[in-house]
């Protein structure tokens, strides 16, 4: 079956998190996905529960859709085969920080020079133009720099907390994926490759103050940044008589249907809170603590019932466990049971869309260390005998 990116080859030259879920998009759109690994291997394959040791899974969920290659980049032998894989690639990604990959001579200059047309897609943690320049970065640092626990400690006063998933690494390899793409729409109509700077700061600061710069949008501002309505403390799951919901009333039509299902319209009508989005949100703190006293008096399987009936959206709080047995994600096929040649049977998560004509899906199961490394340096010209001598120079190594 034909996927979006047949054709396009891709250098992965990343470890960890945020680059390879990128590039395992990117895999599963088609792209020939060689991920570069150092003799060691990427550090995440030791994470998580493993049935063999460095096929973790937090690695098999961020690396299928991929071959892999080992090469010690410390050595002239490596990056000299570094650059010849290079020379037919449409696409680096890296997520080393600039100072480093020109002391491994893979500035972008250097690789520019052997393949004018690549795009060189690095991501890392801040924009080389600003002070932070050079400085590591992971998830957590980013989380805390861009204010995500600060918004837990002014919704609930509460001690500052991360989100407890990786969503500056997730939401930073998501936006790369369409930076990629749309150079690659670029390269694919001119022929000229770029350098693509993806910084995590600059751009999760883009994605928190979408909805808290507020007041401070204007000049002068109108009002501190921050967006009532997500910062108040009843902002969550509710609390019925037997668990929990989740409810969203939120336009004019579901604030009318929510108090007709209460047979309170009256109320509605004559509480000036509730007139218009604008004096719901100057209220929400307050709105939010009554319904949240209403919804502690019903089941939550009576509440769901009613929400429906009046097509105002509402969901049940899912645990992990739960949500793994979802019948919708079961009727979507949205996970599936495939049997990986050395992890036997795993559970995978489909590609979430779906296209009329070039769907895409994983390619192949996430590699052991090296597993393709005589076949990546073959189609990149190298001799049976050179592979050879890269081996016992500990160049590079297959499993």
């Not at 991360?162 to 930076?179: H, N």
């Not at 609390?239 to 929510?258: K, L, S």
């Not at 319209?265 to 009554?290: L, V």
Request: glycine residues 8%.
């Amino acid at each position: 079956m034909a996927r979006p990116l047949d054709g396009v080859k891709v250098i992965d030259l990343s470890n960890m998190l945020m680059a390879p879920y990128a590039t395992q998009i990117l895999g599963d759109m088609g792209a020939d996905v060689i991920k570069v690994e150092p003799p060691e291997g990427d550090p995440i394959r030791d994470i998580g529960p493993s049935r063999n040791p460095g096929m973790g899974a937090i690695f098999l969920n961020a690396n299928r859709s991929k071959r892999s290659i080992t090469l010690d980049l410390r050595q002239d032998g490596g990056r000299l085969a570094m650059l010849e894989l290079l020379k037919n690639a449409d696409v680096l990604v890296y997520n080393r920080r600039p100072q480093s990959m020109a002391r491994l001579g893979l500035s972008y200059e250097a690789v520019s020079e052997a393949n004018p047309r690549i795009i060189y897609a690095g991501l890392y943690g801040f924009g080389e133009d600003g002070p932070y320049a050079g400085k590591p970065a992971f998830d957590d640092l980013i989380q805390g720099a861009t204010a995500i626990p600060w918004l837990s400690h002014m919704a609930y006063d509460s001690e500052p907390t991360y989100v407890p998933t990786a969503i500056s690494d997730r939401g930073v390899g998501l936006w790369a994926v369409g930076q990629i793409t749309a150079a690659l729409y670029h390269q694919s109509r001119t022929g000229i490759g770029q350098k693509l700077e993806l910084p995590m700061f600059e751009m999760m600061a883009s994605f928190v103050l979408a909805d808290h710069l507020g007041g401070a949008s204007f000049e002068p501002p109108l009002g501190r940044p921050g967006y009532p309505r997500m910062l108040v403390p009843n902002r969550r799951p509710y609390p019925t008589a037997d668990g929990y919901i989740c409810v969203m009333v939120y336009t004019d039509r579901h604030w009318r249907d929510f108090f007709q299902l209460l047979g309170r319209e009256q109320d509605f009508d004559q509480d000036p809170r509730y007139a218009s989005m604008t004096t719901r949100n100057e209220n929400i703190k307050t709105i939010y603590d009554d319904m949240a006293a209403v919804l502690a008096t019903r089941k939550s399987d009576e509440w769901l019932t009613l929400f429906e009936s009046a097509d105002i959206p509402a969901m049940p709080l899912h645990t992990l466990d739960s949500l793994i047995a979802d019948p919708h994600l079961a009727a979507t096929n949205f996970f599936s049971v495939t049997e990986h040649p050395s992890e036997g049977a795993i559970r995978e998560v489909a590609v979430p869309s779906s296209w009329s004509v070039t769907q895409p899906s994983a390619t192949r199961p996430a590699p052991g260390l090296g597993e393709h490394s005589r076949e990546i340096l073959s189609e990149a010209g190298y001799s049976q005998e050179a592979i050879e001598q890269l081996m016992a120079n500990k160049v590079t190594r297959q499993c």
